[in-house]
């Protein structure tokens, strides 16, 4: 059984800092893209990064310059430093990944349940 956990969230000033991660654990036979995507209430379910088994990392525009997307393939773990919030970043945070989990299969996208990142004084 494949699972994803993401932790890191929590109660943040503007300005400040946090830094999430996304664990994947079970039978894996490979990894390939690993991304975030964040939900504000009432609001769709958007990207925020997205990084490539080779490293290419994609970015929202409303984040970049702010947020860094890294993987640790030896750990199959994900990670997104965020920096120099706003209180509109605020939002559930949901880690994915295309994951294969042998080398017979083709990648089935997995997501994790999420961590609450809340920005305000």
């Known amino acids: 059984q494949v699972q994803l956990v993401e932790s890191g969230g929590g109660l943040v000033q503007p300005g400040g800092s946090l830094r999430l991660s996304c664990v994947v654990s079970?039978?894996?036979?490979?990894?390939?893209?690993m991304g975030w995507y964040r939900q504000a209430p009432g609001k769709e379910r958007e990207l925020v990064a997205s990084?490539?088994?080779?490293?290419?990392?994609n970015y929202a525009d409303s984040v970049k310059g702010r947020f860094t997307i890294s993987r640790d393939n030896a750990k199959t773990t994900v990670y997104l430093r965020m920096n120099s919030l706003k209180p509109e970043d605020t939002a559930v945070y949901y880690c994915?990944?295309?994951?294969?989990?042998?080398?017979?299969?083709?990648?089935?996208?997995?997501w994790g349940k999420g961590t609450l990142v809340t920005v305000s004084s």
């Open positions: 994915n990944a295309v994951i294969s989990v042998t080398r017979w299969t083709v990648g089935s996208l997995y």
């Open positions: 079970g039978s894996i036979f490979s990894i390939n893209d």
């Open positions: 990084i490539t088994s080779g490293l290419s990392t």
